[in-house]
């Protein structure tokens, strides 16, 4: 006599064998990619040591200018200057004359489209205050390169955040030059500490870039 019992539901069909090697090939490489991208940020941050030392290149390498951190393990350093990014343009127009713009606070555009956001951009609050600590770090007062190829990293990175926020088009003319400079003004002491700080704004102005890429954002900045 025949068996009517049923037996268990049919599972879902197994994964066949080169897509489980393809499968554990994918995980591996995302645990491998996190795991190092966790050590070079450690190494960043972390007390200067033999190991960070060893490979300081690398990490830096690795690290400038997308993942760029403003803090350190056990050393918390405050900001105790207000540092805004301004810049200018110089706009050509048909007729073949130019027009110099404005000086435009890049850093209170950010501000003003920060406050009252619950949820404002990584861009908004961190791209300009790194993109100017980053061409600082690596050039003199001057305004020469100390460190090579990180410089030259540090100006592009700088230049393209300009020609991005005012554009290829401004005022009815075609963006040609660009210039930055930063108005810092440190921070008043707190009233219960005795004595006067000088609070008074000083100005770096770096030299005119010439336009050399192709924005696709628009009329940002006048």
């Known amino acids: 006599m025949e068996s009517t019992e049923e037996g268990p539901p049919p599972q879902g069909a197994a994964l066949s064998l080169p897509a ?7 995980v591996g490489a995302v645990v491998v990619a996190a795991l190092y ?14 190991l960070s030392k060893e490979h300081a ?4 390498d690795y ?17 105790q200057q ?5 810049a200018r343009a110089e706009v050509r127009k048909p007729g073949g004359e130019v027009e110099t713009t404005g000086w435009v606070d890049l850093t209170g555009m950010d501000v003003a489209a920060m406050r009252h956001n619950p949820v404002p951009s990584h861009s908004q609050q961190n791209e300009l205050r ?12 001057q305004e020469q390169p100390t460190s090579g190829d990180r410089s030259d990293l540090s100006r592009t ?5 300009l020609e991005r926020r005012f554009g290829p088009r401004l ?39 010439i336009v050399s890429t192709t924005s696709s954002g628009q009329e940002n900045a006048s």
């Open 57 to 60: 290149t690398t990490v830096s």
């Open 20 to 26: 489980r090697i393809t499968v554990a090939v994918t």
């Open 171 to 209: 005022n009815g003319g075609t963006v040609v030059r660009v210039q930055a400079r930063a108005a810092t003004t440190p921070v008043p002491q707190p009233s219960w500490i005795a004595g006067s700080s000088d609070t008074s704004t000083q100005y770096r102005e770096l030299p005119w870039w």
């Open 63 to 79: 690290i400038y200018p997308e993942f760029e951190q403003n803090w350190k393990l056990f050393a918390p350093d405050p900001l």
């Open 157 to 161: 990175y700088l230049q393209n955040i």
């Open 82 to 86: 207000n540092v805004h990014v301004q």
């Open 130 to 141: 790194r993109a100017w600590g980053f061409y600082t770090d690596t050039h003199d007062t």
């Open 37 to 50: 991208h966790l050590a070079m940020v450690f190494l960043h941050v972390a007390p200067s040591n033999t």
